[in-house]
C-alpha cells in the first residue's frame, strides 16, 4: 500500500486518519490498519483493506463475480464492450485522466477498473462484497490499481482526494439509492472533479420484465440453488428467446418475455459467449436484495440537489447521469 493511497484513508466511523499497526507487520504482509488514537482497527487481508463484515446484503454479487471473475472484462472476451459502455456513459477525455486519481464504486470484477487503468490514472476499486478479490486476482499486474472492500453509506477516504468517480450498475441495487448517490460528490476534488452513475431506468415498461414477478422467490432463494437452477434454464430458455427475437415487428417484444438475458443482436458474442453471458445476467436480474430503477427526472434531481454542475442525464444504454464539481 503506498504512502499517497494512505493519506487519502479515512476510518469510517471516526473519519479520523489511519496507519499502519507496527504490531500487525509480518515481514511483506500487513495485518492492520488502525487510528490515531488506536480506537478503531481495520484488517488488511491479501493486500486489501477490509472495512466491512465478511457477509453483508451484497453476497449475491461477491459470488456472481468469483464465479464469472473474467467473463466481462474485455482481456478476456477480446471485445470492446466494456470499453464502449464506459466511455459512451462517462463522456470523459481519457488524456485528462492519466495521472489523476479515480474512484470506482462497485468494481465488481474490474471490468471498468480495468478501463480506467489503460488511460494511466490512479484507480481505487472499491466493492461492498468478496468480488474485491476476484478484482485482485484479474488485475493485480497493474501498479496503479488500489483495492478496497468498503461500505458507500461510509466511503473510508478523505473527502475532495478524488478527480473522478464513478459507479456503473451499482447504485440500483443499494438499500437507499439516493443516500447512496448523495455520499459520491463529496469525493471529488473541488476543482472540477467528475462524477458519473448509472442506473436501471424506471419505467411502465421495465416493470413488465419477468425479472420482476419473480424477484419476490429469486431474492430470497439461496444463491447458490438459485445458480444451479439458472444453469439448468438458461439452455433451455434463451434458443425460445432467440427464435422469437426473429419474429417480425414484434420480436423485440416477444423476447423480453421469457426470462432470460438475449444479448444477441446487441453485443458482438459468440454463441459460447451469449451463453455465457445469459447465466451470469440472468442471475444478476434474480438475485439482488435490492433492484430499484430511477427516472431521469429525479436522477437529474438529485445531481442539482448536491450542486454539482454541468449536469447531463442521458439514456446510454442504461440512464446515465453525469456531471462536474463547481
Same mark, same amino acid.
Request: proline content about 6%; some cysteine.
Given at each position: 500500500?503506498?504512502?499517497?493511497?494512505?493519506?487519502?484513508?479515512?476510518?469510517?466511523?471516526?473519519?479520523?486518519?489511519?496507519?499502519?499497526?507496527?504490531?500487525?507487520?509480518?515481514?511483506?504482509?500487513?495485518?492492520?490498519?488502525?487510528?490515531?488514537?488506536?480506537?478503531?482497527?481495520?484488517?488488511?487481508?491479501?493486500?486489501?483493506?477490509?472495512?466491512?463484515?465478511?457477509?453483508?446484503?451484497?453476497?449475491?454479487?461477491?459470488?456472481?463475480?468469483?464465479?464469472?471473475?473474467?467473463?466481462?472484462?474485455?482481456?478476456?472476451?477480446?471485445?470492446?464492450?466494456?470499453?464502449?459502455?464506459?466511455?459512451?456513459?462517462?463522456?470523459?477525455?481519457?488524456?485528462?485522466?492519466?495521472?489523476?486519481?479515480?474512484?470506482?464504486?462497485?468494481?465488481?470484477?474490474?471490468?471498468?477498473?480495468?478501463?480506467?487503468?489503460?488511460?494511466?490514472?490512479?484507480?481505487?476499486?472499491? =466493492?461492498?462484497?468478496?468480488?474485491?478479490?476476484?478484482?485482485?486476482?484479474?488485475?493485480?499486474?497493474?501498479?496503479?490499481?488500489?483495492?478496497?472492500?468498503? =461500505?458507500?453509506?461510509?466511503?473510508?477516504?478523505?473527502?475532495?482526494?478524488?478527480?473522478?468517480?464513478?459507479?456503473?450498475?451499482?447504485?440500483?441495487?443499494?438499500?437507499?439509492?439516493?443516500?447512496?448517490?448523495?455520499?459520491?460528490?463529496?469525493?471529488?476534488?473541488?476543482?472540477?472533479?467528475?462524477?458519473?452513475?448509472?442506473?436501471?431506468?424506471?419505467?411502465?415498461?421495465?416493470?413488465?420484465?419477468?425479472?420482476?414477478?419473480?424477484?419476490?422467490?429469486?431474492?430470497?432463494? =439461496?444463491?447458490?440453488?438459485?445458480?444451479?437452477?439458472?444453469?439448468?434454464?438458461?439452455?433451455?430458455?434463451?434458443?425460445?428467446?432467440?427464435?422469437?427475437?426473429?419474429?417480425?415487428?414484434?420480436?423485440?417484444?416477444?423476447?423480453?418475455?421469457?426470462?432470460?438475458?438475449?444479448?444477441?443482436?446487441?453485443?458482438?458474442?459468440?454463441?459460447?459467449?451469449?451463453?455465457?453471458?445469459?447465466?451470469?445476467?440472468?442471475?444478476?436480474?434474480?438475485?439482488?436484495?435490492?433492484?430499484?430503477?430511477?427516472?431521469?427526472?429525479?436522477?437529474?434531481?438529485?445531481?442539482?440537489?448536491?450542486?454539482?454542475?454541468?449536469?447531463?442525464?442521458?439514456?446510454?444504454?442504461?440512464?446515465?447521469?453525469?456531471?462536474?464539481?463547481?
Amino acid at each position: 500500500m503506498i504512502a499517497s493511497l494512505l493519506e487519502k484513508l479515512r476510518c469510517p466511523v471516526s473519519a479520523q486518519a489511519l496507519a499502519i499497526d507496527p504490531a500487525g507487520v509480518t515481514g511483506r504482509d500487513v495485518g492492520w490498519l488502525q487510528t490515531v488514537d488506536g480506537r478503531f482497527r481495520y484488517p488488511i487481508r491479501d493486500g486489501i483493506p477490509r472495512f466491512v463484515a465478511e457477509s453483508n446484503y451484497a453476497d449475491n454479487f461477491g459470488f456472481q463475480w468469483n464465479v464469472f471473475a473474467r467473463t466481462q472484462l474485455d482481456s478476456h472476451s477480446g471485445l470492446p464492450i466494456s470499453r464502449n459502455r464506459f466511455w459512451n456513459a462517462t463522456g470523459w477525455d481519457p488524456s485528462a485522466m492519466r495521472g489523476k486519481w479515480v474512484l470506482d464504486v462497485g468494481c465488481g470484477s474490474g471490468r471498468f477498473a480495468e478501463i480506467a487503468l489503460s488511460t494511466g490514472a490512479h484507480v481505487v476499486a472499491l =466493492d461492498y462484497s468478496s468480488a474485491v478479490d476476484a478484482c485482485r486476482a484479474n488485475l493485480r499486474q497493474h501498479p496503479n490499481l488500489h483495492i478496497i472492500q468498503g =461500505d458507500v453509506y461510509a466511503l473510508p477516504f478523505a473527502p475532495g482526494c478524488f478527480d473522478f468517480v464513478y459507479s456503473l450498475g451499482v447504485l440500483q441495487h443499494t438499500p437507499d439509492v439516493q443516500r447512496a448517490f448523495s455520499a459520491l460528490p463529496i469525493m471529488l476534488s473541488s476543482g472540477g472533479g467528475r462524477l458519473c452513475v448509472d442506473y436501471y431506468e424506471k419505467s411502465f415498461k421495465s416493470r413488465l420484465l419477468p425479472k420482476y414477478w419473480l424477484r419476490p422467490v429469486t431474492r430470497r432463494m =439461496d444463491k447458490r440453488q438459485l445458480f444451479s437452477a439458472v444453469q439448468r434454464t438458461v439452455p433451455v430458455l434463451l434458443p425460445v428467446s432467440r427464435a422469437l427475437a426473429r419474429v417480425p415487428v414484434i420480436g423485440a417484444l416477444l423476447k423480453r418475455l421469457v426470462p432470460v438475458a438475449n444479448y444477441e443482436g446487441l453485443l458482438p458474442l459468440s454463441g459460447s459467449q451469449l451463453e455465457e453471458w445469459a447465466v451470469l445476467d440472468t442471475f444478476d436480474w434474480l438475485s439482488p436484495t435490492f433492484d430499484n430503477p430511477q427516472t431521469a427526472k429525479t436522477v437529474r434531481r438529485w445531481f442539482e440537489q448536491t450542486g454539482m454542475v454541468d449536469i447531463e442525464v442521458l439514456k446510454a444504454g442504461h440512464l446515465v447521469g453525469r456531471a462536474r464539481r463547481p
